[in-house]
Structures are given as structure tokens and as C-alpha cells.
């Protein structure tokens, strides 16, 4: 993560005309399970933040989307399993990576799309971690 911040830093120093919001759009995902991982540890449950636990979204979303959807348990179904988070996740990064491309320059798209995707994070997450996901979630893991 710190690598991640300081190439992202460096990026934005070397490139003046590049907005300072590009890098943390791309990287939305891990700044909002940081901080929200932050806050569900020490506000929501009393604990240190830096205490491990198993309720991270790539984690709700194999429990409760990947392996429900089924298949054996074989070793090799099992690890196609768990690859099939990525999928998951690439739709939104790709996304990112396409509206920088034409908008690099403005702060506007950048900043909406990381206040959009913060707020998609909470309400995703609060379907899963519910047992209430998203019926087109459910179907395309299978």
C-alpha cells in the first residue's frame, strides 16, 4: 500500500497537468477497504484496527456469492472458485482506467467517480455481510 501512495505521488509531481485525484480513483478500492475496514474495526466493533479479521469484501463476496453459486470440491474447482472474485473487482477497475483516459486532466470525473464507488462500496457491502445479495450478482457466478 505505501508503494501504491508513493508511485501515485510521484506520478502527480512528475506530470503537473495530471489531476491529483487520478491516482486515488485508481486505486479506490483498496483506499475504501482500508478505511472502512478502519472504521468497522474500531467504531462499529471496539477493536484495534489492526486486528485480522475475515469480513473484507473480497472475502464476503466469495463466501457469499462464489461459493454459493456451487460445483465440486475438488482442488481445482475450489481455486476457480476463489479466482472468480477478480471478476468481481476488473469491471470497476477497468472502468476507472477507461475514464482516465479521456478525462486526466479535470478533477471533476475523478473526484465522482471516488465518491460514487466509496458509496457503492458501503451499500455492497452491507448486502453481503446481510445475506442480501444482489440477484444479478447470485447469476452471473454461476
Same mark, same amino acid.
Given at each position: 500500500? /505505501?508503494?501504491?501512495?508513493?508511485?501515485? #505521488?510521484?506520478?502527480? #509531481?512528475?506530470?503537473?497537468?495530471?489531476?491529483?485525484?487520478?491516482?486515488?480513483?485508481?486505486?479506490?478500492?483498496?483506499?475504501?477497504?482500508?478505511?472502512f475496514? #478502519?472504521?468497522?474495526?474500531? #467504531?462499529?466493533?471496539?477493536?484495534?484496527?489492526?486486528?485480522?479479521?475475515?469480513?473484507?469484501?473480497?472475502?464476503?463476496?466469495?463466501?457469499?456469492?462464489?461459493?454459493?453459486?456451487?460445483?465440486?470440491?475438488?482442488?481445482?474447482?475450489r481455486?476457480?472458485?476463489?479466482?472468480?472474485?477478480?471478476?468481481? /473487482?476488473?469491471?470497476?477497475?477497468?472502468?476507472?482506467?477507461?475514464?482516465?483516459?479521456?478525462?486526466?486532466?479535470?478533477?471533476?470525473?475523478?473526484?465522482? /467517480?471516488?465518491?460514487a464507488? /466509496?458509496?457503492?462500496?458501503?451499500?455492497?457491502?452491507?448486502?453481503?455481510?446481510?445475506?442480501?445479495?444482489?440477484?444479478?450478482?447470485?447469476?452471473?457466478?454461476?
Amino acid at each position: 500500500g /505505501f508503494l501504491l501512495a508513493e508511485l501515485g #505521488i510521484l506520478l502527480v #509531481i512528475r506530470n503537473p497537468m495530471l489531476s491529483p485525484w487520478c491516482p486515488l480513483m485508481l486505486m479506490a478500492h483498496p483506499v475504501a477497504e482500508t478505511l472502512f475496514s #478502519i472504521y468497522r474495526r474500531r #467504531i462499529h466493533r471496539g477493536h484495534h484496527p489492526g486486528h485480522p479479521d475475515a469480513l473484507h469484501l473480497h472475502q464476503l463476496v466469495y463466501s457469499r456469492l462464489v461459493r454459493l453459486a456451487g460445483g465440486s470440491r475438488t482442488p481445482s474447482e475450489r481455486l476457480r472458485r476463489n479466482n472468480r472474485v477478480a471478476l468481481f /473487482f476488473w469491471p470497476q477497475t477497468l472502468f476507472a482506467a477507461l475514464l482516465l483516459q479521456t478525462c486526466w486532466q479535470s478533477s471533476r470525473y475523478p473526484v465522482g /467517480f471516488t465518491c460514487a464507488y /466509496f458509496a457503492f462500496y458501503v451499500w455492497i457491502y452491507g448486502r453481503l455481510v446481510s445475506w442480501r445479495s444482489p440477484r444479478p450478482l447470485i447469476v452471473a457466478f454461476r
